[in-house]
């Protein structure tokens, strides 16, 4: 564990000294972006538990009844995978240097993400046609909570999705350049991904 | 198949951002020193806020019937927002966001934060939560009077005040405050882990770094349990759901709702609220390490040790949270798990104190302003403390809990105490910001009232606690159990609390006047070791270190070693030029 | 020297006030000496420590205040003197921590045949509720609360017919009987509080609390909420009499069990359950019906 390598230094001593002496003030080797990304994913992970956390303690209570969820959650599911593959295919052009690929699969991921983000305001509309209130049945309320949470989230890192689009529209065709960006977007569309199949997985079973 | 990161083998000069107009450097500024001065006015100016609603319910508590302008639903008010802006908006602000900000690229040999815009952008998303929380004052009903901790079903019925705009402003202002924070928090702990400068090991680090990190680390992993709590308590009051709000009776009437778990919004809150408690202490208790040590002019005793033993007590912040819990009505079988972990982490926590006062041993201490304010903390912290043993100990806070005791308690630890090492901690780099000394004889005049008095208000309440006597009561009324003295005692602490309040006054005073006319005070002035002192300029300039980042030799505490010239050598003194003289390693 | 003097006597002010003080706990009146003891053993510990530590930094400002020209001793840590100290605080968190638990598997245990009591806190009043000659309480439910049924006693329910209604807000309980408080509320958070008894529980609406106590002298005791519920938080009081065996039963006599309080009001319990019947009907009407195509 490197972590308690550290832990147990003693940086008064003599040896140590002329170890640390060759320090780089870097403690992990990836760009300060993506560490940050990690600690910003770290939080909403701990978001995203509490929420499934209050859904499970909920759901075994006799009042809770099921919504049946409409077929438009699973053509959404499938886009947002879809999206998800088209930014990993956008990252693995900038790897190989292609910059049509990256940028053809890149614009393509967002889109995708803005129809799933469509296709899920329209499945709550369908969802409250149909009656089904939030505040009729817990189970109606976690539905739309954990759906718009997500969703939130998503519609933030099309925000981000959006400023790296612009800079590609205005001209940026240099890979150096996008890399970090495209990279950083990857592992949030996987991260999102990820929550979502959760959410979706919980509430088809309950 | 990821290609590895290779970290430059120079330590590439950061693209400094570059004000271009005076907007640009002193409002929307992205200079982690401007943000800190914005953050700390900032939260300053609202715990002022917090100061006078003090005063305020300390007024009807000392002479109730007294005061026609305080009704019990202005007292509940004052008591909710005086809580939550000291905690929150005040404390945990002003120690991350302030002295975060100001300290960590200062004493890690950073030139700025690693995301400047998004630490702008969190300065100005905090000012609008405070913004917010303030014109909850002003809405129909005025602010939410649920208590700091917001429990449902009170705060969204209507026997409680500002259960409606009040309690939904106060929401949104937490989430906000969290979305703004979140983006602060991430830049600080990036800025510790991946832009030091070279040499700079973590355990070279000062521990008011360790703390404001590990600190920092809490907060993005327990904010977000707030986070919950405030959209789903917003969802029940506005939509009807019913997440935290069971089928009752408001003043009466069946409400809508059906199921709910009031408890459930507690353990959520508690979850946040304990790590909070660590957030505000675990910066204070850093800091105070590096008042000792320089004051003292001896390295910290023990560093190691208080390094883990920030990061257990860190840790263990997240097992504790159902402490407050105890007689919530909650599976009373709980209390064996939680009693214990909660009493573990009074070892980390007193060996902090022990390393802390055998720092002292040996030593050549100089009692500056720092220095008092130091040991007034070590005293007040460690009475805050061992009363934490009393409320921790489940079957202990069973007669205490919800009483003056708590209140007592909580002030002592997380009040009184961290606030002690904010003054100490302005009186220590007041220097470095302004490059002049604050006036001595007005900061022992204000050391000593708030030290005292502070000490004065607090104690007494612990034994009205014992006696009985609940909090969070707008007057004890007729009761068989409780003396007429303990009103005299009430009215005493009063009187105290307003002197002490005034004495602030000479601190604001002091502050503002010697920055003008203080004694200038130079380059280093305390002869301290750490880095943010070795800086070309005082106060240091945009960029922080001049032309060329420092480069790190040592630990941080290299005080009275062993041949060296000076009593002290910086840590930018390369091995063998001890001898020379520290002082003037870089100049 | 003077910085010094401050802090001892911070420390001995602090010892002086803890004894001379006249503000202290009221004399106890329930089996709960033990919560007691266990306050005054974690105040000998804790307190040794605070003394302790105060006057060690005193005596260390005094002894190494700062001399021109000295050096400060250059040892970083000292594995010895850290163990001891880790095992002698552990020792100590354990000297207090395991009375503790002791004490509070006590407090979470029921002695068999403990009477019960409700005890119903509602936006700012108290309200008691004994099981009757049955000894069993009947079911209830906030939805059934309506003018002639208070405590919303489910009228199906055989065992509610003969529990007693506490008239007025003053409950008495027996000497030397342990009772099982089962706590509930009807709006919001309350916490049911005898000074003189060491135990309390919150009372959360849609939940069932409870705590027990023994009483063990007689007097009449203040019932204080101790859970902040709204502007009448402070007001919210009732009084609880420990009388002798006779005097209790004597008492006991006087209230009216829910059938009398009934008929008292000319309402006959068919009533109350087509009442309650029509209550179930109109929730279930409200459930969506609605469901979407496959």
Known sequence: MKILETLMQKPWTAEQIAVDNTEDGIAVAIPPSKLGLRFFLGSIAVLMSLFVIGYSDRMVLSDWHPLSEPWLLWVNTVVVIASSVLMHLSLVAAREGRFDGLKSNFMLAGVAAFAFLVGQAIACNQLIAAGYFAADNPANAYFYLLTVTHGVHLAGGLVAWARVALRMRAGEREIAKLYESVDLCTVYWHFLLFVWLVFFTLMLFT | MAEVYVPPAEVEEMELYHAKSWITKYVFSQDAKV?????????????????????????????????????????????????????????????????????????????????????????????????????????????????????????????????????????????????????????????????????????????????????????????????????????????????????????????????????????LFWFFGHPEVYIVALPAFGIVSDLLSVHARRHIFGYRMMVWAIVIIGALSFIVWAHHMYVSGMNPYFGFFFATTTLIIAVPTALKVYNWTLTLWKANIKLTLPMLFALAFIVTFVNGGITGLFLGNVVVDVPLSDTMFVVAHFHMVMGVAPLLVIFGAVYHWYPLMTGRFLHKGMGLFHFWTTFLGAYTIFLPLHYLGLLGVPRRYFEMGQTTFIPDSAQDLNAFVTVVTLMVGLAQVVFFYNVFWSARKGEPAGHNPWKAASLEWQTPEVPPGHGNFGPELPLVYRWAYDYGLPGAKDDFVPQNVPPGAEGAGGGDAKA | MIVAIGLILVAVGTVVFHFVSPWWWTPIASNWGYIDDTIILTFWITGVVFVAVVLFSAYCIVKFKYREGVRAQYKPEDHKLEWWLT?????????????????????????????????MGKQWSWHYRLPGADGKMGKSNVRLINDDNPFGIDPKDPNGLDDVLVDGANLALPMNKPVKFLLRSVDVLHNFYVPEFRAKMDMVPGAITYFWVEPTREGTFDVLCFELCGVGHHAMRSQVEVKSQADYDAWLKEQKTFKKALADNEVTIEQLIKRADDQTKKMKDALPKGHLTH
């Open chain 3, 87 to 119: 095992i002698l605080t552990s020792v100590g968190v354990a000297a207090m921590l395991i009375p503790g638990l002791f004490v509070w598997n006590q407090y979470v245990t029921v002695p068999e045949g403990a009477a019960q009591v409700e005890a």
């Open chain 2, 35 to 267: 943000i800190a001065i914005q953050y700390s006015t900032t939260a300053i100016a609202i715990g002022l806020v917090g100061l006078v609603l003090s005063w305020m319910m300390r007024l009807q508590l000392g002479f109730p019937e007294s005061f026609s302008f305080i009704d019990p639903s202005d007292y509940y008010q004052f008591i909710t927002m005086h809580g939550m802006i000291m905690v929150v908006y005040l404390l945990t602000a002003l120690f991350l966001g302030g002295f975060g900000n100001y300290l960590i690229p200062l004493m890690v040999g950073a030139r700025d934060m690693v995301f400047p815009y998004v630490n702008m952008v969190s300065y100005w998303v905090f000012l609008i939560a405070v913004l917010v929380l303030v014109a909850s004052f002003f809405v129909p009903g005025g602010p939410t009077g649920g208590g700091w901790t917001l429990y449902p079903p009170q705060t969204i019925t209507s026997g409680t005040p500002g259960f409606g705009a009040g309690i939904l402003l106060m929401m949104v202002s937490l989430a906000l405050f969290i979305v703004g924070f979140t983006m602060g928090g991430l830049n600080y702990v990036t800025t510790i882990l991946q832009a030091r400068t070279r040499g700079m090991t973590l355990m070279r680090l000062p521990l008011t770094i360790w703390g404001i990190f590990t600190a920092t680390v809490l907060a993005l992993f327990a904010f977000p349990a707030l986070f919950v709590a405030a959209i789903m308590t917003t969802l029940d009051a506005t939509l009807g759901t019913s997440f935290f709000m069971p089928a009752a009776l408001d003043q009466g009437v069946l409400n809508q709702h059906d199921g709910g778990s009031p408890l459930l919004f507690q353990h």
